[in-house]
């Protein structure tokens, strides 16, 4: 089973890059952030907890993201392997989804880093947010808020797959196929 995390900060192409890489590999789509989106459209009581701190770029408690990933995975017995899009974000996050798979016989293959500098992920932001329709695209005092949630809370969860030998960085500058390629260099060396 090949199960990737696919990490980054926001605005690093992770939605985009996991379009292609669902196809080449047939794999299955997991994002916690279309996932809570998809409840807030239903007005899921879930969608409206989710909503409180997704409008102030801040993250939704674990408990909650840690059961809502884990039935999404459930829900899927068929898969023949995960991208991981926006989770783990938290090294609680990652340790239970360690011990979820570890049950199931199965484990993380790797994490997989695009790496952006952060004057370049608040113009791909800010950019995305005159179409996305997203709230939380649209205005740079969120924006800088969710960058900094990264950098506090996020960032650490490299070290979690490190020191299991599983990080790989990717250079997230350059053209989406030119970033595709060196995803899939990656994956097929892995
Ligand atoms: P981006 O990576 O561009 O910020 P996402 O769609 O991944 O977009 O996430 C949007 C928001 O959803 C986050 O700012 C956060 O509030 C919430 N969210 C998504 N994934 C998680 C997670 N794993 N843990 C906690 N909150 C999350």
Not at 56 to 81: Q, R
Not at 110 to 115: D, G, K, N, V, Y
Not at 124 to 140: I, M, Q, V, Y
């Amino acid at each position: 089973m090949l199960n990737l995390v696919l990490f980054g900060p926001p605005g690093a192409g992770k939605g985009t890059q996991s379009e292609f890489l669902v196809t080449r590999y047939s794999l299955v789509h997991l994002s916690t952030g279309d996932l809570f989106r998809f409840n807030i459209k239903n007005e899921t009581e879930l969608g409206l907890l989710a909503r409180s701190y997704m409008d102030k770029g801040a993250l939704v408690p674990d408990s909650v993201t840690i059961s809502m990933l884990e039935d999404a995975v459930n829900k899927n017995p068929d898969a023949k392997g995960f991208i991981f899009d926006g989770f783990p974000r938290t090294n609680a996050q990652a340790e239970a989804l360690d011990s979820f798979l570890n049950g199931r016989n199965v484990s993380i293959t790797s994490m997989i880093a695009l790496e952006v500098e952060e004057k370049e992920l608040k113009t791909r932001l800010l950019e995305r947010g005159k179409t996305s329709g997203r709230p939380d695209d649209a205005d740079p005092e969120v924006i800088q808020n969710r960058i900094n949630t990264y950098n506090k809370e996020t960032s650490p969860v490299k070290n979690h797959y490190d020191t299991q030998g599983k990080y790989c960085g990717v250079n997230g500058l350059g053209s989406i196929e030119e970033i595709t390629d060196r995803l899939i260099a990656v994956i097929d060396s892995l």
